[in-house]
């Protein structure tokens, strides 16, 4: 079946340009979480949604990042004012359950390489 | 102390040999631990995750040490295939969904 897809794959912004990145995750899937990963890091954890219930936005670096996923299933990330510290890729990952589950396996899209020049 | 801590290696090793890999970790309330393997410029993916009573998939061992805080995992045999990054996952107790990854352990098998 379909995996995670995301879009786009690359994105190259000026500074303080606003950006919108997409994520479907798998069908059916429940959580969704975003991800920032640096060059040669492993990936950050961002937020996190339930449904369309954000729970956890404690990793959002700042003001000017925003998530939502607003029917349950596909997710944008927008970043507002972008700033050369921005860059990476952002990778959206999703899982299937909604119990407290914590052995899920999180399910990888290919991630959008964001570049701030 | 980090959260989770990884040797960044690189590790090299030729074909057929075995290695390993640690990894700690500073929340003793974790309860969940997990091994992902990122190759270059691709997402990650699980490898396996980690039990109490160790877990063995193929050539691939995990194993948790509660007490010290500290997961490992084995590759025997080791394949120019698993050539990557591999990346220790934490969650990070209670009802909190959240992983604490660290920053990946990077493996090159040479022929």
């Known amino acids: 079946g379909a995996g995670v897809s995301q879009s786009p794959r690359y994105k190259v912004a000026k500074r303080g340009q606003d950006v919108a990145l997409r994520c479907d995750p798998i069908?059916?899937?429940?959580?969704l979480f975003w991800y920032q990963q640096a060059l040669g890091q492993g990936p950050e954890f961002l937020t996190y949604?339930?449904?369309?219930?954000?729970?956890?936005k404690s990793g959002l670096p700042s003001d000017r990042f925003f998530a939502e996923r607003p029917e349950g299933s596909v997710s944008t990330l927008k970043i507002q004012r972008t700033q050369q510290e921005d860059s990476a890729v952002y990778l959206c990952?999703?899982?299937?359950?909604?119990?407290?589950?914590?052995?899920?396996?999180?399910?990888f899209g290919p991630g959008t390489r964001l570049t701030v020049l | 102390r980090k959260e989770v801590e990884q040797d960044p290696g690189p590790f090299n090793v030729p074909e057929g040999a075995t290695v390993a890999f640690n990894c700690t970790y500073s929340?003793?309330?974790?309860?969940?631990f997990f091994w992902y393997r990122q190759d270059c410029r691709k997402e990650p993916k699980l490898l396996m995750s980690?039990?109490?009573?160790?877990n063995e998939d193929g050539r691939f061992t995990a194993q948790l040490n509660r007490a010290s805080q500290y997961i490992s995992l084995l590759i025997r045999d080791s394949k120019l295939s698993d050539s990557a990054t591999y990346l220790c996952?934490?969650?990070?107790?209670?009802?909190?969904?959240?992983?604490?990854w660290g920053l990946g352990t990077s493996l090159a098998v040479n022929p």
């Open positions: 990952a999703s899982s299937l359950s909604e119990r407290e589950a914590f052995t899920d396996t999180q399910y």
């Open positions: 069908s059916g899937h429940v959580s």
């Open positions: 949604f339930q449904n369309e219930a954000q729970l956890d």
């Open positions: 929340n003793s309330a974790s309860q969940s």
């Open positions: 980690v039990y109490s009573s160790g």
């Open positions: 996952v934490v969650n990070w107790g209670g009802n909190n969904r959240k992983l604490i």
